[in-house]
T-cell receptor, first 114, second 115 residues
Framework: DTAVSQTPKYLVTQMGNDKSIKCEQN?????MYWYKQDSKKFLKIMFS???????INETVPNRFSPKSPDKAHLNLHINSLELGDSAVYFC?????????????FGEGSRLTVL | QQQVKQSPQSLIVQKGGIPIINCAYE??????FPWYQQFPGKGPALLIA?????SEKKEGRFTISFNKSAKQFSLHIMDSQPGDSATYFC??????????????FGQGTILTVHP
């Protein structure tokens, strides 16, 4: 059983297009996140949701819009894709808002913008 | 602004060697310091973590040493194995407020263990 699953695993698209990445966790966690890993493998938080409420919005362009329909799902929609959006996007989840310290990451969604 | 600095960028050791990865942080509000291990094509996975009231923590072959006054911490891998070859990230986070799960990561260290 996959704890944090993301779809799709790979996305190749043209500049200017809109795309979505979906994430689901079956761990019963109350907090979910989106992290971005760039080509140099640097990981940076984008958003976090606690019980469907946006907690962290880390100066991400407005073209990125997260949506959490329920505690187990967090989707990421990206409008007007740019070359610089090419990266691996990781969904993660945690219990107790992350205060326990452990985040469980999905396997990532590799986005390539041409 | 890079708040957690990690070195070296890459590290090559022979099987049985003891690779050491170092991290330094700036923000004294950080109070949780995890290490994550990432294999190619996979997401990061928690390896071991420490809080600043402890100077050392050991789990199996992995040990974290923590120096609060120097704002530095390091990961040691004892008796390293080829299966330990991965990218290792140190991280730091604060407690409470809007810091829930907001990990600030180091730049990562690519470890290669030769058989």
């Amino acid at each position: 059983d996959t704890a944090v699953s993301q779809t799709p695993k790979y996305l190749v698209t043209q500049m200017g297009n809109d795309k979505s990445i979906k994430c689901e966790q079956n761990l019963g966690h109350d907090t979910m996140y989106w992290y971005k890993q760039d080509s140099k493998k640097f990981l940076k938080i984008m958003f976090s949701y606690n019980n469907k409420e946006l907690i962290i919005n880390e100066t991400v362009p407005n073209r990125f819009s997260p949506k959490s329909p329920d505690k187990a799902h967090l989707n990421l929609h990206i409008n007007s894709l740019e070359l610089g959006d090419s990266a691996v996007y990781f969904c993660a989840s945690s219990l107790n808002g992350g205060l326990t310290g452990e985040l469980f990451f999905g396997e990532g969604s590799r986005l390539t913008v041409l | 602004q890079q708040q957690v600095k990690q070195s070296p960028q890459s590290l090559i050791v022979q099987k049985g060697g003891i690779p050491i990865i170092n991290c330094a942080y700036e923000n004294t509000a950080f109070d949780y310091f995890p290490w994550y291990q990432q294999f190619p094509g996979k997401g990061p996975a928690l390896l071991i973590a420490i809080r600043p009231d402890v100077s050392e923590k050991k789990e199996g072959r992995f040990t974290i040493s923590f120096n609060k006054s120097a704002k530095q911490f390091s990961l040691h891998i004892m008796d390293s194995q080829p299966g330990d070859s991965a990218t290792y990230f140190c991280a730091a986070s604060g407690a409470g407020g809007t810091s829930y799960g907001k990990l600030t990561f180091g730049q990562g260290t690519i470890l290669t263990v030769h058989p």
